[in-house]
């Protein structure tokens, strides 16, 4: 069984391709990410970008696949949470294959396919999910057949106040790497607000103090923020570590790159006798690949009608009824 995935629910768009046969494995997984000249994402211009790289892309996987297109047994694409104009393009080139195939079609979750290509990859088997983006900061796990989001951020995403902040500052986006980078040198703690209400989190309260406070230097900003923000999702991820007795951390999400919260998550682990993991860079960002995996676990609800291919930009993980598990 082959599945070819399509994510474009950001500034990333990726064809994946997964196999299932005795085991279940990647066979391809290629990007390209769109990035502003200047300030943020643009969704028009991010959708653009998206529809130039996309047929290069489905050549490219399938051809690092080693297969043909008529050897495609099933498509899926990202159905959401993300910008309306770059879910769409995914949406209708996955669309336009699978007419043209004539192969069935399932649209999929993204924060599900992060924490489903985590566990594959990492080998854990019933993680707490911190999955730590840029639209998307949520502390996810599985319980009674669905991916229930124990907190989540309620303002914006972690990944969103990095670049955010970045941006007074001239950083180019994506910003996290450079603060991270800042970050290191940086000394004295700053009083930030640390805003956690039971699992949940908000950002925007250090946002706007950081912007309130003068003569500081950039670096001891930048680490204040990493040390007061990261702080923050370390303790609701434990919480719901502790209150669903689970034992394994699983990070996910493109500020997952960054060394300081793995190392902040590797203590906190290791404190509680749990393991963490940190997939590999290329699936910790968003990517194809787990759009595909996904598409293989959920193949028995693909179908032809196309009604059933509407993105949804609010799409939260516990809508899906996880059958595969
Ligand atoms: P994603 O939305 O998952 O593609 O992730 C993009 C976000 O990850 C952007 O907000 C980046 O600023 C952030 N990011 C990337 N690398 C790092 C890093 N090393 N530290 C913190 N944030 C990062
Ligand atoms: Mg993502």
Redesign the pocket.
């Known amino acids: 069984m082959l599945c070819l995935g399509i994510e474009s629910t950001?500034?990333?768009v990726g064809v994946g391709v997964a196999r299932q046969q005795d085991k279940t494995e990647i066979l391809a997984n290629v990007n390209s990410?769109y990035s502003p000249s200047i300030g943020g994402i643009h969704p028009r211009e991010a959708a653009e970008h998206h529809v130039k790289a996309l047929p290069e892309l489905m050549e490219k996987s399938i051809e690092a696949a080693g297969i043909e297109f008529e050897d495609l047994d099933v498509i899926s694409f990202a159905k959401g949470p993300g910008l309306g104009p770059c879910l769409r393009v995914g949406a209708t080139a996955a669309r336009t294959l699978a007419l043209t195939l004539k192969k069935p079609i399932i649209g999929v979750n993204h924060c599900i396919a992060h924490i489903e290509i985590g566990k594959m990859t990492m080998g854990c088997k019933s993680p707490v999910m911190l999955y730590?983006?840029?639209?998307?900061t949520q502390v996810i796990s599985y319980r009674q057949k669905r991916y229930r989001i124990m907190g989540e951020t309620l303002d914006i995403?972690?990944?969103?106040l990095?670049?955010k902040f970045?941006r007074q500052f001239s950083i180019p986006?994506?910003?996290?790497?450079r603060?991270?980078e800042l970050a290191r040198t940086g000394k004295k703690m700053l009083d930030l607000p640390y805003s956690v209400k039971g699992m949940d989190v908000s950002f925007s309260g250090i946002l706007t103090s950081l912007s309130t406070l003068s003569g500081e230097k950039l670096e001891d900003l930048c680490f204040s923020l990493q040390e007061t923000a990261f702080a923050m999702l370390v303790e609701v991820t434990e919480r719901a570590m502790a209150y669903l007795e689970k034992d394994e951390l699983l990070l996910g999400?493109?500020?997952a790159?960054?060394?300081r919260?793995r190392e902040m998550c590797s203590i906190m682990a290791k404190e509680r006798g749990a393991g963490a993991f940190v997939p590999k860079g290329q699936y910790?960002?968003?990517n194809g690949a787990m759009i595909a995996l996904l598409g293989l676990l959920m193949k028995d609800q693909a179908s032809s009608d196309l009604d059933r291919t509407k993105v949804n930009q609010n799409f939260r993980a516990d809508e899906v009824e996880v059958t595969w598990l």
């Open positions: 950001a500034h990333t990410s730590v983006s840029g639209g998307n995403g972690i990944g969103n990095l670049d970045g986006f994506p910003c996290g790497p603060i991270e999400g493109g500020v790159s960054n060394q919260l910790c960002v968003d």
